[in-house]
């Protein structure tokens, strides 16, 4: 088939390379001409104007969005003049559901398809292949289905659950129709809520192995102090890559998601590259959010988005005024802050 892919990035890219290898035609845009070209090298034809990569997409078009949430409407309004109906528009980003259910709404007015899906790979997805959250309604999905098997992993990529009968759906394959619009898009933003989480849940184990060895270290006598009753029992110096490399082998926590977290400890094993300031680009906020409206308790998923809040200094004003009060309740100084 052929795809116009708009958005070069980290993924677009990458994925445009899976569908050249699958043997898909692909059409590409991107705003910073430079992406374009190792994509030429590999086949991909490009465009130097949005008008420009329309024409050059043989009617019924198909056109694959890559571009952050931020800027898909202002990308739809540029591009929807130089459809017609019958094309079909892609979001393959991470935009939020609701959004998509009024975007499926207006194209559909002059005819147009509009397609959610949710793309998990990241930038091992053109070796890995995309695991793929789709929303939007049957007959369109049905019409793309050579593209979505192509980027999906395919059954290869894992053992079929015991009891489950092969064949049942194309998530053996690695993609699924989740629902009407905004479905791929509701279950991708759960996706990366889980994510956070799983990702909080490393990250604060492995800074307790960090801290085996605290009874070793010096530690002030003093009021402001709290005293650590048995130092001999944290006096561990943990050799915390290799730890990381030995529960990926037979450990119930072991995940691709370890494996990663292996992978970075090895490199540096002090993290000294990383500030450790944790960004989120509103897949987290949109899950707490969808919780809150649905009555559904979701600590975990909501105290990560916070911690990544904190790591980013955004909680340095309500600790300060902690700091405040206790001066003010008990004439306690603060102490100055140990690497």
Known sequence: MQLGMIGLGRMGGNMVRRL????HTCVVFDTHAAAMSPLIEVGAVPAASLDVFVQQLAPPRLVW???PAAVVDATLDKLLPHLQPGDT???????????????????????????DVGVSGG??????GYCLMIGGDTPTVTRLDPIFRTLAPGPQAASLTPGRPPGRSTADQGYLHCGPPGAGHFVKMVHNGIEYALMEAYAEGFNLLAHANVGARSRASDAETAPLDHPERYQYDLPIPDIAELWRRGSVIGSWLLD???????????????????????????TALAAIESSTPA?????????RFASRGEDDFSNRLLSAMRQQFGGHVERPVQK
Not at 90 to 110: P, Y
């Open 20 to 23: 050249l290898q699958g043997g």
């Open 65 to 67: 969005l890559m571009v």
């Open 89 to 115: 528009v892609v979001d393959g980003g991470n935009s939020r559901f609701v959004d998509d259910i009024r975007r499926a709404a207006t194209l559909a007015q002059g005819g147009v398809q509009y397609l």
């Open 123 to 128: 930038v091992w997805g053109d070796e890995r």
């Open 260 to 286: 990663l977290t292996a992978r970075a400890l090895s490199e540096h094993p002090d993290l000294q590259p990383y500030a450790g300031h944790v960004s989120d680009s509103g897949e987290g906020r949109w």
């Open 299 to 307: 600590p975990l998923l909501t105290a990560a988005l916070f911690q």
